[in-house]
Nanobody
Framework: QVQLVESGGKLVQAGGSLTLSCAAS????????MGWYRQAPGNQRDLVSN???????NYADSVKGRFTISRDNTQNTIYLQMNNLEAEDTAVYYC?????????WGKGTLVTVSS
């Protein structure tokens, strides 16, 4: 079993910045698939960004140029740097990692962007 704990979510004004963290209970050095999803009220959970073991990154069109995903294998932590936040970024943000055939999720952290 793998535990993921997200942190960093809070209320921020539009145009502001925020960094989310996701700490894993196991080493992520060998994990190829990991990243962030988000879910706004009444909406489905959508992919925000992911990163693989080689450092290749992928972003949803809506966050390209504003969000940056990174990983620190020494800290077993994934980060999501979010700049120029918009009201539409308001959501619960969930991190995930894929270990073998299983996907593990955190419980989420709430980001609220006021306009």
């Amino acid at each position: 079993q793998v535990q993921l704990v997200e942190s960093g979510g809070k209320l921020v004004q539009a145009g502001g910045s925020l960094t989310l963290s996701c700490a894993a209970s196991r080493s992520i050095a060998d994990v190829n698939g990991m990243g962030w999803y988000r879910q706004a009220p009444g909406n489905q959970r959508d992919l925000v960004s992911n990163i693989n073991r080689a450092g290749y990154t992928n972003y949803a069109d809506s966050v390209k140029g504003r969000f940056t995903i990174s990983r620190d294998n020494t800290q077993n932590t994934i980060y999501l740097q979010m700049n120029n936040l918009e009201a539409e970024d308001t959501a619960v943000y969930y991190c995930y990692i894929m270990v073998g055939l299983r996907t593990y999720w955190g419980k989420g952290t709430l980001v609220t962007v006021s306009s």
